[in-house]
């Protein structure tokens, strides 16, 4: 989460597309047992400002997100974006994807400056108690759009141990849990409802889940 007032003057974590996709891009998911796309950001990643990286599809601007769920019920905590939200551009849209870029204040934390960053931004955004610890789950890329080609989702898994998750960001609103048929109908009636990256997050939560 960001004060909208001179977002885009601040730095934030940017790696050069060539480096982070060395075997070539991909579109969709990518579990992290597969490439280790965490160890290139870490090596050989830097800061710069946001109004440029947003401007240069040469790099890619790393976003750390919180995808809550609770298995139990198999439900995913899912929440839309209010007008004053960071990213103009997915104003009105749902999303289970909560998280933000890294910035050069995440690098004077304890744990690695992805972990930090995911770390801040949960607890900017989401209110719950007793968090697990940090769950890499795996990355998402889709050049599609304006704002995805420039962006790269390094997205951590947030099990509860009871559903209970409430919303601090006030650009977020309706944050509720959600089962994933509710989430598939949704993109059935309302295709533009979803952003694109909740959308891509429904088939490797769905097969998360546990089979009953």
Known sequence: MQNPENKFDRKVLVIPRETLFQEGSFSG???????????RILASSSFTRRGDAEQDPRFKQPICCAVVLYRPSKTVF?????KGASESR??????CCIGGHVEEE???GPRDILEQGFVRERDEELEIVDPPPPHLFGYLNDD???VSKVHFGVMYLVE???PVCRLRDTTLAHGSFRS???IESMITQQPQALDDWARLMIKPLKEHFPVV
């Not at 899912?78 to 209010?82: E, S, T």
């Not at 997915?90 to 999303?95: A, E, K």
Request: overall charge negative.
């Open 29 to 39: 998911f990518r579990a992290a047992g597969t490439i280790d796309y965490r160890s």
């Open 78 to 82: 899912f929440c839309q974006k209010l």
């Open 90 to 95: 997915l104003h009105g849209t749902w999303s």
């Open 106 to 108: 995440d690098a004077q």
């Open 144 to 146: 599609s759009t304006e």
């Open 160 to 162: 509860l141990a009871t």
């Open 180 to 182: 994933i048929d509710e």
